[in-house]
């Protein structure tokens, strides 16, 4: 059974008197232990995909499911509690907390959890160690270079063990050296066991994946394979 299954996705969205069809029916999978990437130009809805597939939003028509669970129509509390158990942010800006420590912000997940507190810490450290931060857990985000934050957040991301790691331009804010340094790590990640999918425009970051959805005006333009 596929982890992801799209079916027909649409979303449109009202702005005034125009209907915006972001998405015109997008059909596709993704099994367990992907690295996927899903790339588009500015407009083409690969955004709005993503916010689909990490359970930000929920499509105008058609289907997604998710580890076998139809996610599509769920309420807005059995998505957040979907977001929390099944899917991993990382962000471009990182979104950590700046006046908590490495090893606090990384703990969020579990606390929305309500994992008790040892057992945050000590899943919160192994995390930190994964990414090869761990003599840096009690730091916070301004004593941290970009690549080190963009690590607490994958961090984060791993901690609560989700079925998807959902990466949105991972590596926009981060120079070359430190951009390739992070995808070093996702692919660490991939070779472990871990599915990821990563929203980019970058054809260079794309091809650390080995399968690109390309979007194009709302629609599955392709769907390659890479060696």
């Known amino acids: 059974m ?5 079916d027909d996705l649409a979303r449109s969205y009202e702005m005034g008197s125009e209907t915006v069809h972001a998405l015109r029916g997008v059909t596709a999978s993704i099994d367990s232990g992907e690295y996927v990437a899903i790339m588009g130009p ?12 990490g359970c930000l939003d929920t499509p105008s028509r058609g289907t997604y499911k998710l580890n076998g ?15 929390n158990r099944e899917i991993g942010f990382v962000f471009q800006t990182f ?4 006046r908590v420590s490495a ?5 969020m997940p579990l606390v929305y959890a309500g994992t008790d507190r040892d057992t945050r ?3 919160a450290e192994d995390a930190l160690k994964r990414v090869g931060l ?40 981060l120079d070359s050296t430190t951009g390739e340094e992070i995808m070093g790590l996702f692919n ?14 970058e054809e260079e970051v794309a091809r650390n994946a080995k399968r690109i959805l390309r979007i194009r005006d709302g629609l599955l333009a392709s769907d390659e394979r890479v060696d």
């Open 2 to 6: 596929s982890l992801i299954k799209m």
């Open 42 to 53: 500015s407009g083409s809805g690969k955004s709005t995909l993503m916010n689909i597939l």
């Open 69 to 83: 669970t139809d996610v599509s129509r769920l309420a807005e509390n059995e998505l957040a509690d979907i977001r």
């Open 95 to 98: 979104h950590l907390l700046p």
């Open 103 to 107: 090893l606090r912000n990384v703990e």
């Open 121 to 123: 810490r000590e899943e």
């Open 134 to 173: 761990g003599d840096r857990m009690d730091h916070r985000p301004n004593e941290m270079s970009g690549g080190q934050r963009q690590r607490v957040a994958v961090a984060r991301a791993l901690v609560n063990r989700p079925s998807i790691i959902l990466a949105d331009e991972p590596t926009g804010n």
């Open 188 to 201: 660490d990640l991939w070779r472990g066991g871990n599915t990821m999918i990563i929203v980019t425009h």
